[in-house]
């Protein structure tokens, strides 16, 4: 098997991790699988020969669970000056900027926002890593990141519809949180 078989791979082995991720109204379980699918997903791009894609997915994962645990100014901006530093000192096309931009935004996202907020910052974000990954050629980046964009498409719809009809969607993470 060749190098770039291998990374495809593992571009498919997080595709296959990460298509359920936007489906989750639990905050908790929402950020662990995508903490998973991300660090797998950047494994996939330093394969790729990706750096700055590699090393924004995989900071991308610790963000995620850290986020877990803290919803700091101070952290959210350790995070988003290492994604800007590590992305841009390997940049050597314009496209490659795209994923650093998603990550900035959903790094602002995760610690700033809640519900319905995250899921639409996350969508933008995401339109980001889709044109990346089919400008690099990623078959399963691309896959996962075009499923994303429609399945956290279609869950924006269905939650705001929900909220529209005076039904909270996200009730599971509040009595979850109310718990803790």
């Not at 020969?49 to 919803?71: D, E, H, K, Q």
């Not at 952290?75 to 096309?93: A, E, N």
């Not at 519900?115 to 399963?140: D, E, K, P, Q, Y």
Request: include cysteine; proline fraction near 2%.
């Amino acid at each position: 098997m060749t190098a770039y078989w291998l990374a495809q791979g593992v571009g498919v082995l997080a595709f296959a991790i990460g298509i359920t991720t936007f489906i989750n109204r639990d905050e908790r379980r929402f950020k662990l699988q995508l903490s998973l699918y991300s660090f797998i997903i950047g494994c996939h791009f330093f394969l790729m020969g990706a750096a700055p894609a590699g090393m924004s997915a995989v900071l991308n994962a610790f963000r995620t669970v850290i986020s877990l645990r803290t919803r700091s100014l101070w952290v959210m901006s350790v995070f988003i000056t290492l994604t800007l530093f590590l992305g841009l000192i390997k940049l050597h096309h314009p496209m490659e900027l795209l994923p650093i931009i998603g990550t900035v935004a959903s790094t602002w996202a995760l610690f700033r926002c809640k519900g319905l907020t995250v899921r639409c910052v996350m969508w933008c974000s995401t339109a980001c890593w889709v044109s990346h990954n089919i400008w690099l050629g990623s078959i399963g980046g691309s896959l996962i990141e075009g499923s994303f964009l429609v399945m956290n498409g279609l869950n924006i719809i269905r939650f705001w519809r929900m909220q529209k009809r005076g039904i909270d969607p996200f009730k599971i993470e509040k009595e979850t949180q109310a718990k803790e």
